[in-house]
């Protein structure tokens, strides 16, 4: 089955309003090499669709809620009848019955048996069953599998060598280099697909590692899993997902790039289980208005919203309102490139993070921990009593009401006891606060990179950042129960 894209991402409805494209008439016609497509696919195809398969799966699933009996009048004649009837009908609901659904995958070692294929396509299946082109069928396990990267590593036992194909270089590939699927759309078996590479590196919110290639050759219901091929035959993506109305292809589909799939793969065989590396922070994307108010040129790399206690990161210094420019050696562009570096680094491996801190680059050292054992111990942590504290008068600043932080406002916003700072009470509907979503009972833990303790503390800070003629005040937020986040607001003069 071809994956559909979370609710935001399908287009829904009859219609869809779509703007005019205006032809351009273009002066120079391309060189025929160039603007033809490949005359024939058809030697490439026959030569790799022995090494894709259907996967077909079957899974128990629970028994459906009974059938009430409907009401009738006390002592009528089919009051027999429609109790016979509808026992008969809850007896048949009750039993567990069997789903199946199909899917694709490939062979990557034919002595072995691997195949590779979707996460979602054996989610939950009690048995997989792996259809060969030539009508062979062999029993799947499981060795591992992946929801993050919506991957799975199959084995089968081959009684002969089974044909294979490798991956090739996803970074290597172009926008508008040919690309061909192979796959078992709808259920109908090996199926030719051909397009081009439509996008690259593609963010579909499907999962933190979104680095997707986006494709116009037709995926549909029961591609996924299937390989995505360059014109030299090697795989450079594994088709996964698709933007559609209605589970056909609209010249919309998305796939796994080779070079995020190569390490997930190789983990999954070794181990049964992934092994990613682990920094131990929260980020979020670093804005224009964020990168002006911390003084930056341009807006790249990973603000640190917040640090795990004992993680890698507090170890090494690393703080909230850092911002990761560089990681291992390897620049950071953009906040969602760095989820990407950092699980595919050796675990316990100690590498370089360069950080921006107040203005000024500082290099520190990181031994990354495994993300999946900081995942498992999850949770915990009982709260400090917090010392009572004297409530000041409150005070204005860019549409925010502040106060001090005493019991009977935490008490009211019901704000854990380990968090410190300067409450907002209220916010002014239409100002630069509430734009940015501020709400009262967020906590100001710092303006500017700096501490805060009393709301005096926050109007000093938001005039000193107006005599340094900074347009934005970045405020460290913390919510109720102490999830941070950065927020910049416009200085108002």
Known sequence: MARLLAPKLIIRGA?????????????????????QGPASVADLAEGLADAVVNISTAQTVKAQRSVPLPKVPEGSPFQEFFEEFFNRQNRDRD??????????????????????????????????????????????????????????????????????????????????????????????????????????????????????????????????????????????GINTAIISPSGGSIGIGF?????????????????????????GVRIQEVTDEIAESLGMDEAKGALVAGVSEDGPAAQADIQPGDVIVSFDGRPVPAMRDLPRMVADTAIGKAVDVVVLRKGEEVTLQVTLGRLEDAEAAENGGGAAPKQETEQAPQSEALGMILADLDDALREKFQIDAEIEGVVVTEVAPGSVAADKRVQAGDVIKEVGQEPVATPKDVLDRIAALKAEKRKSALLLLSNPTGELRFVPLRIEE
């Open 15 to 35: 219609a869809v309003a779509v703007a005019a494209a205006v032809a351009l008439t273009v002066a120079m016609p391309l060189p025929p090499a160039l603007a």
């Open 95 to 236: 039993q567990p019955r069997q789903v199946q659904s199909l899917g694709s995958g490939f062979v990557i070692d034919g002595v072995d048996g691997i195949i590779i294929t979707n996460y979602h396509v054996i989610e939950g299946a009690d048995e997989i069953t792996a259809n060969f082109n030539d009508g062979t069928k062999l029993v799947a396990e499981v060795l591992g599998s992946d929801e993050k990267t919506d991957l799975a590593v199959l084995k089968v036992k081959p009684t002969k060598p089974l044909k294979a194909v490798d991956f090739g270089d996803s970074d290597a590939i172009r926008v508008g280099d040919w690309v061909m699927a192979i796959g078992n759309p709808f259920g109908l078996g090996g199926t030719v697909t051909v397009g081009i590479v439509s996008a690259r590196n593609r963010d579909i919110n499907a999962g933190p590692y979104d680095n997707f290639i986006q494709t116009d050759a037709s995926i549909n219901r029961g591609n996924s899993g299937g390989p995505l091929f360059d014109m030299d035959g090697k795989v450079v």
């Open 255 to 279: 796939a796994i790039p080779a070079k995020t799939a190569v390490n997930v793969i190789a983990q999954l065989r070794e181990f049964g289980e992934t092994r990613r590396g682990w920094l």
